[in-house]
Structure formats: structure tokens, C-alpha cells
């Protein structure tokens, strides 16, 4: 029996993106600021240019300005760094994201350092990290940030619940957490090493999976009534998309639960326009 109530990812987008059009709207109509964003991709990895292309479409239709640098895969670091620098001199280009992941022989930290933080709209460079680790006002990363957008979307109070966050990555796992603990939850995360995560993923009141590993969870690692985040987006043999968890299972012991597609991929490109917006607005007021 269907128990679970399906979080849209794409109809929270949709009431996101026509809300930050109308904030374009009124920028460039009263202060003639027009929030631009220039993506560098590097290489032709096909999944990093099919999100590379959807940034540039969602920019266009919100009436944002937007530019992609393609790099070809063999750039040095040195090269990349120099277009970086550039960039960060452009007033005209109020946010700049390199799209990961980066080829081996390129250092991604030294390039997501190389950001000015007023423009990093993805939220990674440790200025912006810092301060989100400590609360303060900043650009956050845009998958988190979309991910906890996505359950006050429903009202789900946040407060006092355990979230347990499956997964470490210093682009989801790691700052999701930290998310919500700003909203007052008492975080656990798990990772390979853990012991008996069972034990652990039984208690979540709101379970974050974060793994890039199709169908990892399924239903005796699912309390009763959670509410289920599923951030992986794996493609199967067949071609089909499939998330992290098992959404049949999901469907049936939750009471929230996101699809892939269509569940937090959205959100990520919806929270790069909010930034983006963010950072135009930021020049103004000198943040
Ligand atoms: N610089 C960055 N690199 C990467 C980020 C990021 O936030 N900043 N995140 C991911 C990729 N990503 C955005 O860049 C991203 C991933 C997935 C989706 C999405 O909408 N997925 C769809 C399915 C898409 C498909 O058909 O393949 C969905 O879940 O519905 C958007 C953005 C790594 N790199």
C-alpha cells in the first residue's frame, strides 16, 4: 500500500523559479542590474554538459544573463586559474562556478579557492563553508540548500528530529548536515566505515542518501513514517535513471519521499539561480 507522499522536486522549482523572474524582473527594471553567470566547463564529460546546458537554459528563462567557457579536457590548472582571475575581475559577471568534476591533473579545491567567495555561487569556497558552518548569512551550496527548501516546501518540522545523512562529500553529504543542524536537528552521517548503519538508519526521522549507489536502500533500513531524501541520480544498464534508494519501499514505509528524476536534481539548479540573483544583489548593497 502506497503510504509516502511524493515530493516534487520540479513543482517546488517551478514556484521557486517564477518567484526569482519576477526578482529579475524588478533588478533590471529599477536598478538595471542584469545577475549574470559564466560556468567553465572543462572536457566534454556528457552528464557534466547536459547540467552545464540546463544552468544556461534555466538562466535564460528567468531573464538572467549566462555565458559557458568550454576548456578543453588537457587545459593545465595554471590556464583555468588565469580564466578564474579574469572572471573575478568582470563586474559584469556576478556568479562563477567550474563544473565538477575536474580532469585528475587539475587540483579542484585550489580552483574552487581561486573563486572570489562573492561569486561562488555554488557555495564550496571555505569563506563560504565557514560561514555556513557557522551560521552566518552566505551563498550555500545549492544541492543542501535545495534539499532543505524541499521539506519546509511540505512544513515538516525540522526541529529536535534526527536526520541521519548517508554519505560524505564535501558537495552534499558533508554540508547537508550541517544545514540542518542550523535548523535545530540532531545530525548523524554515515559513510563506508560506519558500523552497522542499520542500527543507525532505523532511528532517521529524515534520512539524506547520499551515495551515488543505485537502489542502497531499501526497506529495513527505513523507520516508519521518515521522510526520505534520495540525492543519487544512477543510470542503469537500460538507460533508465534510478536514485539510491529502492522508491517502491520508500512508497510504502515513509511519509515523504523524493523521485529521481524529477526530485532534488531541480532543486540544485533552482538554488544556483537564487544564489546568482543573490550575489547581483550583494554588489549592490556591498557585501
Ligand atoms: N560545480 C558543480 N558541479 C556539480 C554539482 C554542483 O552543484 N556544482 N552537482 C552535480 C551535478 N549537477 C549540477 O551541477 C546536477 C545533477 C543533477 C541534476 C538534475 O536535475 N538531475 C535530474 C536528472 C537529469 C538526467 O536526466 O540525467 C533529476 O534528478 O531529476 C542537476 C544538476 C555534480 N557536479
Not at 507522499?5 to 517546488?12: D, Y
Request: glycine share 8%; proline share 5%; hydrophobic share 40%.
Amino acid at each position: 500500500m502506497v503510504k509516502a507522499e511524493i515530493i516534487s522536486g520540479k513543482e517546488v522549482a517551478a514556484e521557486k523559479r517564477a518567484s526569482l523572474k519576477e526578482e529579475v524582473r524588478v533588478l533590471q527594471e529599477t536598478e538595471g542590474i542584469i545577475p549574470g553567470l559564466t560556468v567553465i566547463l572543462v572536457g566534454d564529460h556528457p552528464a557534466s554538459r547536459s547540467y552545464v546546458t540546463a544552468k544556461h537554459k534555466a538562466c535564460a528563462e528567468i531573464g538572467m544573463h549566462s555565458e559557458i567557457i568550454e576548456l578543453e579536457e588537457s587545459v593545465s590548472e595554471a590556464a583555468l586559474l588565469a580564466e578564474i582571475s579574469r572572471l573575478n575581475e568582470d563586474d559584469t559577471v556576478h556568479g562563477i562556478l567550474v563544473q565538477l568534476p575536474l580532469p585528475g591533473h587539475i587540483d579542484e579545491q585550489k580552483v574552487i579557492t581561486a573563486i572570489s567567495p562573492e561569486k561562488d555561487v555554488d557555495g564550496f569556497h571555505p569563506i563560504n563553508i565557514g560561514k555556513m558552518m557557522t551560521n552566518q548569512e552566505t551563498l550555500l551550496p545549492c544541492t543542501p540548500f535545495g534539499i532543505v527548501e524541499m521539506v519546509k516546501s511540505k512544513g515538516i518540522d525540522i526541529k529536535g528530529k534526527h536526520v541521519v545523512v548517508i554519505g560524505r562529500s564535501n558537495i552534499v553529504g558533508k554540508p547537508v548536515g550541517q544545514l540542518f543542524l542550523n535548523e535545530d536537528a540532531t545530525v548523524t552521517y554515515c559513510h563506508s566505515r560506519t558500523v552497522n548503519m542499520q542500527q543507525l538508519t532505523l532511528q532517521a526521522d529524515i534520512l539524506i542518501v547520499a551515495v551515488g549507489r543505485a537502489n542502497f536502500i531499501s526497506a529495513e533500513y527505513i523507520k516508519e513514517g521518515a521522510v526520505i531524501i534520495d540525492v543519487g541520480v544512477n543510470r542503469l544498464p537500460s538507460g533508465k535513471l534510478c536514485g539510491d534508494v529502492v522508491f517502491e519501499d520508500a512508497l510504502q514505509k515513509a511519509s515523504y519521499v523524493t523521485p529521481v528524476p524529477g526530485g532534488v536534481g531541480p532543486m540544485t539548479i533552482t538554488m544556483l539561480l537564487h544564489n546568482t540573483v543573490q550575489a547581483a544583489k550583494n554588489v549592490r548593497k556591498g557585501v
